[in-house]
């Protein structure tokens, strides 16, 4: 099955594929705020966040600071820490925290 798909469709998501690819220090800051806030909601320090997710806690603040962005590995590690999701680390879905309790988005 092929779904068919508008010229105009795809120049809206070629659009959006590149603001994120060209504006590189706006997805660092969200990133970086995302990963912040969900630490803080769980009570962890960078040190106990980078001996569960196997970075230096360097890395960790390196993360939070804009001034790396994690690579996918490490994003899944955060998002499976923070009972969160990818896609809400990245910005691209602010309602994707996942329920502990019944594995659906909040």
């Given at each position: 099955?092929?779904?068919?798909i508008?010229?105009?469709?795809?120049?809206?998501?070629?659009?959006?594929?590149?603001?994120?690819?060209?504006?590189k220090?706006?997805l660092?800051?969200?990133?970086?705020?995302?990963?912040?806030?969900?630490?803080?909601?769980?009570?962890?320090?960078q040190?106990?966040?980078?001996?569960?997710?196997?970075?230096?806690r360097?890395?960790?603040?390196?993360?939070?600071?804009?001034?790396?962005?994690?690579d996918?590995?490490?994003?899944?590690?955060?998002?499976i820490?923070?009972?969160?999701?990818?896609?809400?680390?990245?910005?691209?879905?602010?309602?994707?925290?996942?329920?502990?309790?019944?594995?659906t988005?909040?």
């Amino acid at each position: 099955y092929t779904m068919k798909i508008s010229e105009r469709e795809i120049e809206n998501l070629k659009n959006k594929c590149n603001i994120i690819i060209t504006d590189k220090q706006a997805l660092k800051e969200i990133i970086a705020d995302n990963l912040r806030e969900l630490r803080n909601k769980k009570h962890l320090t960078q040190e106990v966040v980078a001996e569960i997710v196997g970075l230096t806690r360097q890395s960790v603040s390196r993360h939070e600071q804009m001034i790396d962005i994690p690579d996918i590995t490490n994003l899944i590690k955060y998002a499976i820490l923070y009972d969160s999701s990818v896609d809400y680390i990245l910005g691209i879905d602010k309602n994707s925290l996942v329920n502990k309790n019944d594995e659906t988005p909040l």
